[in-house]
């Protein structure tokens, strides 16, 4: 019987997975900055986690699993971050975690030269791609998980593991930010004054 329970969990997850796989895979690549191998290993990295925690009994059925899979995501997403910084900065993540003592730096591409922007369909989502791009991970997180994905402002507090505040001044921030750079954009192509 607990075999055929964990291939009951198991179908159920793969459901739920095939539901909300376009979803995780769009916010990745908006995360990511249009990096379509980075965002595709972040949404299987996410989905991975999912199923661990699903495995394990850590999902309530019936309760809204897309804010869940968006929270894990972007979890993921902001460690990762935090783990670029902490690289580009000059430490070994990887000797200070394991209790050693700091290394020679590793060397990667910073979040900005790493190639591989999804082109878009027309001059101004390419500008719109380019202008969220510019925006620091955590307001990028709120306006891909709010203005893109559509998630109510209590769903993405919970997929971001901030209060509903946070959001609220995370995309008031976010949002002037990119009026500000599509503002400049538009002066520049003489589209508005």
Not at 11 to 39: I, P, S, W, Y
Not at 65 to 81: A, G, H, S, V
Not at 83 to 108: I, K
Request: charged share 30%.
């Amino acid at each position: 019987m607990p075999q055929a329970d964990a291939e009951r969990r198991r179908a159920a997850f793969a459901a739920l997975a095939l539901q909300h796989e376009g979803d995780l895979l769009r916010a990745a690549r908006r995360l990511c900055r249009g990096d379509a191998d980075r965002a595709a290993d972040l949404a299987q990295d996410a989905l991975v986690r999912a199923y661990e925690a699903y495995r394990d009994g850590r999902f309530t059925e019936g309760s809204n699993p897309r804010p869940w899979l968006l929270r894990i995501l972007t979890n993921l997403f902001i460690n990762d971050y935090h783990r670029r910084r902490r690289w580009e900065s000059g430490l070994d993540v990887d000797t200070l975690t394991s209790g050693g003592e700091a290394g020679p730096a590793q060397t990667h591409a910073p979040p900005s030269e790493i190639p591989g922007v999804a082109l878009l369909e027309g001059v101004l989502d390419e500008e719109l791609e380019a202008a969220l791009a510019m925006l620091p991970a955590p307001l990028r997180a709120c306006v891909v998980l709010v203005d893109v994905e559509g998630l109510e402002y209590a769903e993405a507090a919970a997929a971001l593991g901030v209060p509903i505040g946070t959001v609220r001044s995370r995309l008031a921030r976010a949002r002037m930010r990119l009026e500000d750079l599509l503002a400049d954009w538009a002066r520049h192509k003489r589209i508005r004054p």
